[in-house]
């Protein structure tokens, strides 16, 4: 049998082992679905921000395109000199207004930087040179150009396109300015979510349009160097201590960046959600299978144990009948051995008998003492036989009867048998049957000799003073009666518990018992198919358990 | 009447001792060591009544009895057992001995079976006669 702790040590195991190949898949399963669905949330929040970034560079080319259109149609469908027309100017830029209301004004500059013509509030400008400016050589080599966003002398953030006609050996610039703001409405978009935000930056990192949080126009935004690269990308940067993810676009007309800034801790939050209810489930599936595992082993251990115990008490029992029929056999033996011996002796003892008849024995002064010492001869030959008579009844193997037979009825009139000995030393002996008790097919001869047995102990064993109980039940197993027989006695230590079924077994005195009563209603009861059981502490009285079986199997 | 018996015992105390006890009182009584001598004991005289001890060195007793039941099927058997011993004695009333009894046996109890044994005895022979 194994001990507590090992019986903890299995437990522990199985519960390791059962957790073990239910948790893993459960965990293995809960992270590839958490992991597929951040794969394919976080490619849809790239796609999304790929596609903003992607239509918000497409609508500032466009703007641009237009407007570098609308310039270049003007500039080369009219000579100067058409421009130079009273009122004319003004009128070009009045429609030019209409369609587009962020046009602040419009000049026209020679070759040689002067501001020929100028329409617009800002009248102080008229009379300006920009020969020396960079803008004006880039145009002057490259036929358009459009300018980064600045203040200028108009003190208002707004960027400039120019648009050169060259006239025969002269050239003049067609320049619009444009109000920036456009910028910003282009750029901002729904689409964004409230953490979101889009702007434009130019090569140097300086902000062209006006972001809806952190820096102003025209502050540095520093995200990085980025070269030109074709089509959008996105990446994730920090800006100010803080982790966002950006879709890019370089614009085609301007080395200008579209950036469109995506916050992750909200366009995450389905995946965060997503997570908690995750470690939900799992923590969930965890404590219902550490529950389960628990019950189970628990349930299988108990039984385990039962079933250990089983063993151990049929082992104990079958180690009981072996020694009884070891015993036996050398009881026989010895029995035979014994009683060769013990006829001599008597009929020795017989013989001298017979010769006391003779008369001159008869005269002998010593006749009364020879007589007397025969009488004794003949009355221990008589004990010895007595005590292997009954080793050979113990021995001897005689096919108990069956018969129905009522256990209440045998016990009854097994107590009469004994009521006067136990009434004499003032000893209750108290019944308790129950009233339908199932008959039995066994032996009621063989079971009056243990129950008797029992009793007449259970009276030796209590003196004087005292009660003993006898029961009687049908066992739960429903084909079984048990017969409980208990006693006020002074109980058996745990020693003696071990050997009372063992013949010569005896705590009587010399001469009253022979050890063998119990040692005989052992192997009756279990000729008959039964069990005898006994418990008992010191100085609490002792109850012997008898089962048995409704019919022999 | 004169009972012949046969007494057959390995023990030798116990033979010379019965031997004396029923010579006291006025009975005729041989005895064999073995079953061998009594088989050939028989040969010489018409026994009525043998009392047979079950165990012997040598031939058993229950095989005697059945040699003794087929030469002289009218001479009762009484068995004399000392060993596991009731069924001996039961095996022995089977193959057709008369009784059986235990030692250390009563002189008294034994004297009453022959006498019993050998009325039998009588009646069957009586009745053999008249059949015959």
Redesign the interface.
């Known amino acids: 049998m194994l001990e507590n702790s090992g019986y903890t040590r299995l437990r522990v195991k199985m519960i390791l082992t059962t957790l073990a190949f239910s948790l893993i898949p459960l965990l293995i399963l809960g992270y590839t679905i958490y992991r597929q669905f951040e794969i394919s949330h976080t490619n849809k929040i790239l796609q999304n921000l790929n596609h903003i970034t992607e239509n918000k560079r497409r609508t500032l080319d466009l703007f641009l395109n237009e407007r570098l259109s609308q310039l270049t149609a003007i500039a080369y469908t009219h000579r100067l000199e058409y421009f130079r027309e009273p009122e004319t100017f003004e009128r070009v830029f009045t429609l030019l207004q209409a369609r587009s209301k962020y046009y602040i004004d419009l000049g026209i500059i020679d070759q040689d930087g002067n501001h020929v013509l100028y329409t617009g509030p800002y009248q102080s400008i008229r009379t300006a040179n920009y020969k020396d400016q960079e803008w004006f050589h880039q145009v002057q080599a490259k036929g358009i150009y459009i300018s980064d966003v600045f203040l200028g002398l108009r003190n208002y953030p707004h960027f400039i396109i120019a648009v050169l006609r060259r006239e025969g050996n002269k050239s003049w610039i067609l320049r619009a300015t444009i109000d920036s703001d456009i910028f910003d409405s282009l750029v901002q978009s729904d689409q964004l979510g409230a953490g979101g935000d889009a702007f434009l930056l130019n090569a140097e990192n300086i902000l062209q349009s006006k972001p809806r949080f952190g820096a102003k126009l025209l502050g540095k935004m520093n995200l990085g160097d980025f070269s030109r690269f074709p089509g959008v990308r996105s990446e994730m940067i920090e800006v100010d201590g803080k982790q966002y993810l950006f879709g890019l676009a370089w614009l085609e007309n301007k080395n200008w960046l579209v950036a469109i800034r995506d916050d992750p801790t909200e366009e995450l939050m389905p995946l965060k959600r997503t997570r908690y209810l995750v470690w939900a489930i799992l923590a969930g599936g965890l404590l219902l299978i550490a529950g389960g595992t628990v019950l189970t082993s628990t349930t299988i251990i108990s039984q385990l144990i039962r079933s250990e115990r089983e063993k151990a008490s049929l082992n104990a029992s079958l180690t009981q009948s072996s020694k009884m029929a070891s015993l036996g056999k050398m009881a026989?033996g010895v029995?035979?051995e014994v009683?060769?011996p013990?006829?001599?002796?008597?009929?020795?003892a017989?013989?001298m008998r017979?010769?006391l008849t003779e008369e001159d024995v008869k005269a002998s002064p010593n006749f009364k003492e020879f007589e007397d010492a025969i009488t004794k001869i003949e009355h221990h030959?008589n004990r010895a036989?007595d005590v292997t008579?009954r080793l050979?009844g113990f021995?001897?193997?005689?096919d108990p009867i069956q018969e129905d037979i009522n256990i209440n009825e045998v016990l009854a009139q097994t107590v009469t048998f004994l009521e006067n000995e136990a009434r004499y030393r003032a000893i209750e002996i108290n019944t308790s049957f129950q009233k339908d008790l199932p008959f039995i097919a066994s032996d009621s001869a063989q079971l009056q000799q243990v129950f008797l047995n029992i009793i007449d102990n259970a009276i030796d064993a209590i003196g004087k003073d005292g009660s003993i109980t006898i029961r009687t039940q049908a066992a739960h197993s429903a084909d079984e009666i048990l017969i409980s027989i208990s006693d006020t006695g002074p109980g058996i230590s745990k020693e003696k518990l071990d050997k009372i079924f063992d013949p010569f077994f005896t705590t009587k005195k010399v001469g009253e018992g022979t050890g063998l009563g119990l040692t005989i209603s052992f192997s009756i009861i279990q000729k008959l198919g039964g069990r005898i059981t006994v418990e008992s502490q010191e100085g609490q009285g002792a109850t012997f358990l008898i089962n048995l079986p409704l019919r022999k199997a | 009447m004169d009972i012949k018996i046969l007494l057959v015992d390995d023990e030798n105390d116990f033979v010379e001792t019965m031997v004396k006890r029923f010579g006291i009182r006025k009975m005729a009584i041989d005895s064999a060591k073995s079953g061998q001598e009594a088989l050939a004991a028989m040969q010489a005289k018409d026994y009525d009544v043998i009392i047979l001890d079950v165990r012997m060195p040598g031939m058993d007793g229950l095989e005697v009895l059945k040699l003794i039941r087929e030469r002289a099927p009218l001479t009762e058997v009484i068995m004399l057992t000392g060993h596991a011993s009731l069924e001996a004695g039961m095996q022995g009333m089977n193959l057709g001995a008369y009784d059986y009894v235990l030692k250390p046996a009563d002189f008294d109890d034994l004297l009453d079976k022959v006498r019993k044994a050998f009325e039998r005895k009588e009646l069957n022979a009586k009745a053999r006669k008249q059949g015959a």
């Open positions: 026989a029995a035979h009683n060769n013990l006829a001599i002796i008597k009929e020795k017989g013989w017979d010769l030959v036989k008579h050979l021995a001897r193997r005689m």
